[in-house]
Nanobody, 125 residues
Framework: QVQLVESGGGLVQAGDSLRLSCAAS????????LGWFRQAPGEEREFVAA????????YYADSVKGRFTISRDNDKNTVSLQMNSMKPEDTAIYYC??????????????????WGQGTQVTVSS
C-alpha cells in the first residue's frame, strides 16, 4: 500500500518560517517527480513547487518564488518544503504528491498519481 504522509504544518505568524516534510512508503519514488500543492478554503487546488527525480530541476509558483524551497532525499524517500517569509495568503492545506510516470516533473495535478492527505498551514497577520 503506497502512502504519502505530510508533517510539519501548524500555526505561524506572518514573516515566520515553517518546514513541511512528506514521507513515502510502500514503494520508492526515486525516479519520479515530487510536488507540493495547496488548497485554501473555497479555492481550487493550486501548484506550489515541484522537483524532478535528480533534484536538478525545480519549478515554483510565482507567488512563492524566492520564499519557498523544495528538496528531496531519495535515500529516505522524502520530499520537503521550506517556507520562509510566510504571508497570510499562504494559509491552506498543503499536499505532497508523486508523479505517476518516472522521469517527469510537472506543475499539473493531473500528472500526479499519488497524494498525501494534507497538512494544515495557517499564517496569522
Amino acid at each position: 500500500q503506497v502512502q504519502l504522509v505530510e508533517s510539519g504544518g501548524g500555526l505561524v505568524q506572518a514573516g515566520d518560517s515553517l518546514r513541511l516534510s512528506c514521507a513515502a512508503s510502500g514503494r520508492t519514488f526515486s525516479r519520479h517527480g515530487l510536488g507540493w500543492f495547496r488548497q485554501a478554503p473555497g479555492e481550487e487546488r493550486e501548484f506550489v513547487a515541484a522537483i524532478n527525480w535528480s533534484a536538478g530541476i525545480t519549478y515554483y509558483a510565482d507567488s512563492v518564488k524566492g520564499r519557498f524551497t523544495i528538496s528531496r532525499d531519495n535515500d529516505k524517500n522524502t520530499v520537503s518544503l521550506q517556507m520562509n517569509s510566510m504571508k497570510p495568503e499562504d494559509t491552506a492545506i498543503y499536499y505532497c504528491a508523486a508523479t505517476g510516470s518516472s522521469y517527469i516533473v510537472s506543475r499539473q495535478p493531473s500528472d500526479y498519481a499519488y497524494w498525501g492527505q494534507g497538512t494544515q498551514v495557517t499564517v496569522s497577520s
